[in-house]
């Protein structure tokens, strides 16, 4: 699959999209900032996967996040991307209509963006404001590791 990048901070805006019509086939739909820090929590992406499937593109749109998904998925879903956008990870840099190249086969998952482009991006980016100010969820934002490392707090 390769298509054009919808990119999305959060579950809930991808899901107005994708209900609003905004979604065509051949889209690759990024979710970012659901991650186990910027969720914070690592939440599950059901309700996409199931919109996507409801309008029938299922098979002809792709969907990339740092949050995660359960058995239950349907179509290319590709998820705990590490690091995730809320540690400053490659899909906190995507942007609407970047090329994204997804090959299951080989296993590879390619952002099409000249690396001197990706550069300024990755200088220009900030961490963003924590969804969550007080209590435990703010505190696991702040202590939790990488989902490539179990999403576990740091030592």
């Known amino acids: 699959h390769e298509g054009p990048a919808r990119v999305f901070d959060s579950e809930e805006e991808s899901v107005g999209a994708i209900l609003a019509g905004k979604i065509?086939?051949?889209?690759?739909?990024?979710?970012?900032?659901?991650g186990p820090a910027g969720g914070p929590g690592m939440r599950?992406?059901?309700?996409?996967?199931?919109?996507?499937?409801g309008i029938g593109l299922d098979k002809e749109v792709a969907l990339?996040?740092?949050?995660?998904?359960s058995g239950a998925t349907r179509g290319a879903s590709i998820g705990h991307v590490s690091p995730e956008a809320a540690a400053g990870g490659l899909i906190a840099l995507v942007e609407e209509g970047d090329l994204i190249r997804i090959n299951i086969p080989a296993c590879r998952l390619d952002l099409m963006v000249d690396a001197e482009i990706l550069e300024k991006r990755q200088a220009r980016w900030k961490v963003p404001e924590p969804k969550i100010k007080s209590g435990y969820m703010q505190r696991y934002a702040k202590m939790v590791q990488s989902a490539s490392s179990g999403a576990i707090f740091k030592k």
């Open 24 to 34: 065509v086939a051949g889209d690759v739909i990024v979710i970012r900032y659901e």
């Open 44 to 53: 599950e992406m059901l309700t996409p996967t199931s919109a996507i499937a």
């Open 64 to 69: 990339i996040t740092d949050g995660r998904f």
